[in-house]
């Protein structure tokens, strides 16, 4: 079988990119994105430069929606107890993703004219069956690849949306008897990531929810710039750091690469082929490996490694890995 050979091309886009052109995804940026295999999106994005009705420029959703990547994935791993703020957890006892369903639910009403005289502004929360009924089975599908166990959350009490929701998941998780599966609302989701993240393999749920558990869930981990994620559909891809721009340390070298190095594994991974899967495999024992010593970390962690430098100290031990050929 023929390895592997990459052709990278960098386009602009998000705010600078705006601040530029007036747009912040150019058409010829978003052919290029249309055509490509996978697409490795930077972090992006200035709190100062919003959309005339205050919105920031969202180049991340507009990809999703252009290119109908409809599941949104975000691994959460703990690499040392000296990373979490929570007491008595081991390296790896914390190991969850959450999955959620990205073109639909409270973010599909964001472009829509929502106001009524300037006096009132409503969004929408729209739940199709077509929509959950493809998320739920790419959330049962990952779990099978872990320990066989799905967690469904939402708010049914509440919202008639979410028993929709429900119900959908429900019939979906009918043609999963393997695959375990439980139910819980957000706000107690958001107790229990605190009290027993241990319990959770994979978590399934609206977008509003997973966007705002996934980032409590990175602080678990050590923040954000431990937090790689993928937005997946059926022919396409994007994966990109969770953690944006960090304007306020942008160009002093300080920022923590974990998050884009561990979002190219992703990458890699999801392309599926022999040498794409070895080498996500090398990337995450890398990171591993690096990350057992508590002392090489970045400012954001405690530490005093510069981006590169720590860039440089995974780069050594895939190195390894691939000269000594163990996985």
């Known amino acids: 079988m023929p390895d592997i050979k990459f052709s990278l091309t960098e386009y602009p886009c998000g705010a600078s990119c705006f601040l530029a052109t007036g747009e912040a995804l150019l058409g010829e940026t978003f052919e290029a994105c ?24 969202t180049r991340q959703l507009d990809l999703r929606e252009k290119l109908d990547l409809y599941c949104g994935i975000r691994p959460v791993y703990l690499y040392h107890p000296s990373d979490t703020p929570l007491k008595g957890y081991s390296a790896g006892e914390i190991d969850f993703v959450i999955v959620w369903e990205n073109t639909e639910r409270l973010f599909s009403s964001r472009t829509a004219n929502n106001s009524s005289n300037g006096e009132a502004v409503w969004d929408i929360l ?27 959350v939402d708010k049914p009490n509440v919202l008639p949306s979410m028993a929709f929701f429900h ?19 957000v706000d107690a989701t958001a107790l229990y990531l605190l009290k027993s993240p241990q319990r959770f393999d994979v978590i399934v749920t609206e977008n509003m929810f997973g966007d705002i558990l996934s980032d409590l869930a990175a602080g678990l981990v050590g923040g954000m710039g431990m937090a790689p994620s993928a937005d997946v559909g059926d022919r396409r891809a994007v ?14 070298g300080i920022a923590n690469p974990v998050a884009a190095i561990l979002s190219a594994a992703m990458m890699l991974e999801w392309l599926k082929h022999p040498s794409t899967v070895r080498g996500a495999k090398w990337i995450r024992n890398a990171v591993k490996r690096t990350l057992q010593e508590p002392g090489l970390r970045t400012p954001d962690l405690g530490g005093s490694l510069r981006t590169t430098e720590m860039g440089y100290l995974i780069g050594k031990e895939i190195e390894k890995l691939c000269c000594a050929s163990t996985i």
């Open 239 to 252: 994966f990109q750091p969770a953690h944006g721009s960090a304007p306020d340390i942008a160009g002093r």
């Open 126 to 152: 729209r739940i199709t069956r077509t929509g959950a009924s493809r998320v739920f089975p790419a959330a049962f599908e990952l779990a099978r690849t872990r320990r066989r166990h799905l967690t469904l």
């Open 34 to 57: 249309r055509q490509a295999d996978a697409i490795l999106l930077g972090a992006t994005g200035l709190p100062s430069v919003r959309l005339p009705d205050g919105r920031d420029i």
């Open 167 to 185: 119900q959908v998941f429900e019939e979906v998780a009918a043609e999963y008897p393997d695959v375990s599966t439980d139910c819980c609302y």
